[in-house]
């Protein structure tokens, strides 16, 4: 069994640069990511990073936001930049491992000036 845990959502501007964390309760030695669903849409994929380091974007995020992992804080991050109003989402943390799929509860990201 394993918790996610997002934090670092709220109201931000279009020229903020806010990071999301996403704590799991234990050592997780697989491959992570980020998932939104703004409102009236579908979860999308934003992005993923593999337990090396290697990672992939959806393209509507290319170029603005960054995903990185700390695993000695069983922690992996979202940078985001250069914010619209369409990244406006519930963003989840998402793993899956042994088969299973944990997300996270997500946390809110409304982007308005």
């Known amino acids: 069994q394993v918790q996610l845990v997002e934090s670092g959502g709220g109201l931000v501007q279009p020229r903020g640069s806010p990071r999301l964390s996403c704590a799991a309760s234990?050592?997780?030695?697989?491959?992570m990511g980020w998932y939104r669903q703004a409102p009236g849409k579908e979860r999308e994929l934003v992005a993923t990073i593999t337990n090396g380091g290697s990672t992939n974007y959806a393209d509507s995020v290319k170029g603005r936001f960054t995903i990185s992992r700390d695993n000695a804080k069983n922690t992996v991050y979202l940078q985001m930049i250069t914010l619209t109003s369409d990244d406006t989402a519930v963003y989840y943390c998402?793993?899956?491992?042994?088969?299973?799929?944990?997300w996270g509860k997500g946390t809110q990201v409304t982007v308005a000036r």
């Open positions: 998402y793993l899956k491992t042994f088969g299973v799929n944990y």
């Open positions: 234990r050592s997780i030695f697989t491959n």
